[in-house]
Structure formats: structure tokens, C-alpha cells
């Protein structure tokens, strides 16, 4: 005989979910449940009567499964990161939260495409495609674009307003980001190799979680904060040696 299947949010609340139920609850196949649970990514549930009831945490952890699945993470990848059974999941959370919490709290920005070509005084495919690959802008459909850092349209806008073609500036926001993408893979290597590996071949110990958790945390910070610090050095040295170059020239 067949079970009805209902909504279920009072019943997630009382942990009195059929697998049915659950499955409903997080939009996952009840195969994929029983998947998760035989790789030990789901604690098992609770048997009365010959039926498995689940709760509250089982819906939890299904929802971070399907999280971390969507940015790119394979079962096997999340099976050892949260561990057997799902050991330790709840410090993994946290760091997690870490690592995606949000860095500034500069909030983006939404531009139609007409306030773009009244900004920037371009309307041109070719350079909105290239925006559109640098991330400085996302596509959200019907002519209008997001600009995750208003910041950085602001510099481009102020590099233009001196007279500097958008074509050139955005070659230059070009090799920026290359440039950063590999310093950011320095900082992330040296936690990577430094704390983490030491930490994993210790086996996780529980104390140590703490340190992990705030280490990330602080990790795009404190890279924020050198880079910023070279970067005007090497700025300062670049204009002194690109100006003396000019000087000179103009002597002969």
C-alpha cells in the first residue's frame, strides 16, 4: 500500500519524517537518500515499528549536501570532509560559513544596459563581453547586469574620466586580475600546506577546530592587507622608475 506523501514542515519540527516525507522535504529522490545514507553521509534514522523516521539534522545535512554539490564538490570530496557518518559535520559547517561569508559589505550593484552606455559613454559588444568574462559584470537577463563590486566600475569610471579609452582600461583590469588570481593561490597554498595538511594528518583533533575556523577567517584579510601594502610599494617604485625614463629622454 502506498503512503501519502504530505508538506511536512510541522513534522520536521517534531522529527517524524517518513523517507518519503523527507525526500519531499528537500526535493531529493528517496534512491539518492538511501545512496547518501550507504556511503555514511547521513546518519541512519530511527526505527519504530519497522519504519525509519528522520529528523530535524537529517534534513540539515541533506541541504548541505546539496549545497556543497552545487559548487562543484563530487560525494567522494564530501564524503572525507565531513567524515564517517557524518562525524565532525557540525565543525565543518562552521568553517564553511568561514569561508563563504561574505568579505566586505559592499554591496553590488544592478545596472541596465542603457545607464552602462550613459556611464561610460560606450556601447560597444565586444567590451561588454570582455566585462562580462572579468566578472566585473553578470548577466541578469533582459538588458540589465549586476556589478558585484561597484568599487572596482568606479575606478574603471574615474581611469575614463582622465582620458583613458575603456578598451585600455579594462586590458589593464585584465592583468589585475590575472595577477591577483595567482597571489590569492599563494595565500591559499600557504594555509593549504601550513595548518590545514598538519592539521588533517593529525586526524582532526577536536580542540584544534577553533584555530582552523578563525584561520580561515582571517586569511582574506590579512591577504587583503599585504597585498595592498606591496602593491603601493611596487606602485610607488613603478612610477619613480616609469617618470625618471621620461625625464631622461626628454634631457637627450
Do not use: C
Amino acid at each position: 500500500m502506498t503512503r501519502n506523501v504530505k508538506p511536512v514542515t510541522e513534522d520536521a519540527e517534531q522529527a517524524e519524517l517518513t523517507i518519503e516525507q523527507l525526500a519531499y522535504e528537500t526535493g531529493m529522490s528517496v534512491r539518492n537518500i538511501r545512496n547518501h545514507q550507504s556511503r555514511g553521509l547521513l546518519p541512519p534514522p530511527e526505527v519504530r515499528a519497522r519504519i525509519g523516521y528522520y529528523g530535524p539534522d537529517h534534513v540539515a545535512r541533506l541541504r548541505l549536501i546539496q549545497e556543497m554539490q552545487a559548487e562543484g564538490f563530487k560525494l567522494s570530496a564530501i564524503e572525507r570532509l565531513i567524515g564517517e557518518q557524518g562525524a565532525g559535520v557540525d565543525r565543518f559547517v562552521g568553517l564553511r560559513q568561514a569561508i563563504t561569508a561574505p568579505f566586505e559589505a559592499e554591496a553590488p550593484e544592478v545596472l541596465t544596459r542603457e545607464e552602462l552606455v550613459e556611464r561610460f559613454e560606450v556601447d560597444d559588444e565586444k567590451l561588454l563581453a570582455k566585462a562580462l568574462k572579468l566578472g566585473l559584470l553578470i548577466p541578469l537577463g533582459e538588458e540589465r547586469f549586476e556589478a558585484p563590486s561597484p568599487a572596482l566600475l568606479r575606478a574603471a569610471e574615474d581611469v575614463i574620466g582622465r582620458g583613458i579609452p575603456l578598451s585600455a582600461a579594462l586590458a589593464a583590469i585584465e592583468k589585475l586580475v590575472r595577477n591577483s588570481q595567482s597571489s590569492a593561490r599563494a595565500f591559499v597554498k600557504l594555509f593549504v600546506e601550513e595548518l590545514w595538511k598538519p592539521f588533517d594528518a593529525a586526524g582532526r583533533p577536536a580542540e584544534r577546530w577553533p584555530e582552523m575556523t578563525e584561520a580561515v577567517e582571517q586569511l582574506r584579510p590579512i591577504a587583503s592587507e599585504a597585498l595592498n601594502a606591496t602593491f603601493r610599494l611596487t606602485l610607488t617604485d613603478e612610477i619613480e622608475k616609469a617618470f625618471g625614463e621620461v625625464l631622461e629622454r626628454r634631457k637627450k
